[in-house]
């Protein structure tokens, strides 16, 4: 199941229709099943339509990773009014298994879409823009956290680079293996990272 | 350009010359982009040969991941007769980015074929089974670096998950970003990690 309100405006918006069908023919498909044939079974206008607003599969799988990277960029971000420690808590808490039939196969078309990032310099530049968006999200909340006196004077930038990429790996290891539950693991020891590196004592 | 080695036997050994010739298709077309035919080009043998050993391309790929799982098994792992720490240090050394354009190509290759893992349970399997395999390798020098008195007494198997999972993301960093060397800071910001909840100060 897609984030909530990913698709909600989809009623009345032919974008978002499309990208619905889209996202609906990979979750059946995979990526390296899908054609504009299949996204057009998904979709209740006509294929032209498609062929109207896109040149082809290519252009349109495109504009698809960037819808879903816009939506994970606001899923992502919490309230900036809270304690630093508390916006980290609730950014890592996002990424709680304990719903992983809800979430996975969002994931997992995510995690297709990324790795054809190996061989399209388009997807490459969605990918790096959302993650650079990211970590520099990361990053503001540590250095208001050394502001705060409430974080160890590590370096922010290296340290945000750090947490995303644990993240990618629990993305990852949640839809390409058998033991998705491994991923608390990760996170607890993540959790047990910060507590020790960046969460001062007191 | 793959590991060294890895198609060594290719000249008298017909799987290796299969292989070899689906890895160059798959660098050359990525996983979207592969079919027999483009396998075959890369060939020097008949097409009708790559029939007789596989029913189809779903087939050679499962056992093409077999193959180069099989590889790095053998390539992560390091000698157990050095300290622990030293075995863990080589383990990520072999990570090293420095020569990206050498390695990052293979990698690319594997980023791409795991995340098959997310449609096809042949492939989940398969990768599930390595990450297995080298998280219970890493465990096996964790508990002997305890056991020594060199380690903490963290738990193993979680130390050993997280530690797969940041080779994961550093993996995926270098292959699906425009920004590769910033997996040097991931590795950076590991070795800090070790230093602080692993290795004992003196």
Redesign the interface.
């Known amino acids: 199941m897609p984030p909530e309100n990913l698709f909600d405006e989809s009623a009345d918006d032919t974008r978002s229709a499309i990208m619905e069908a889209t996202y609906h023919a990979l979750v059946e498909?995979?990526?390296?099943?899908l054609s504009i044939q299949r996204i057009a079974d998904e979709f209740d206008k006509s294929k032209s339509l498609l062929y109207h607003h896109y040149d082809g599969k290519d252009e349109l799988l495109v504009d698809f990773l960037e819808f879903v990277l816009g939506d994970l960029h606001q899923q992502a971000m919490v309230p900036r009014d809270a304690p630093a420690d508390e916006q980290l808590r609730s950014f890592f808490g996002g990424t709680d298994p304990a719903e992983p039939e809800r979430s996975d196969e969002f994931v997992?078309?995510f995690?297709?879409l990324?790795?054809?990032?190996?061989?399209?310099d388009d997807?490459?530049?969605l990918?790096?823009r959302t993650?650079?968006y990211i970590r520099e999200y990361l990053a503001a909340i540590i250095e208001d956290g050394i502001e705060e006196g409430s974080f160890r004077e590590v370096d922010p930038?290296?340290?945000a680079?750090?947490l995303v990429?644990?993240l990618?790996?629990?993305l990852?290891?949640r839809?390409?293996?058998?033991?998705p539950e491994?991923a608390w693991?990760?996170l607890?020891?993540?959790d047990?990272?910060l507590e020790?590196?960046l969460y001062r004592d007191d």
């Open positions: 498909h995979g990526y390296a099943g997992g078309v995690v297709e990324r790795a054809q990032a190996v061989q399209c997807y490459q530049r990918i790096t993650d650079e930038d290296r340290t680079t750090f990429s644990v990618d790996a629990v990852l290891r839809t390409t293996t058998d033991d491994l693991d990760v607890a020891e993540l047990d990272y020790t590196r």
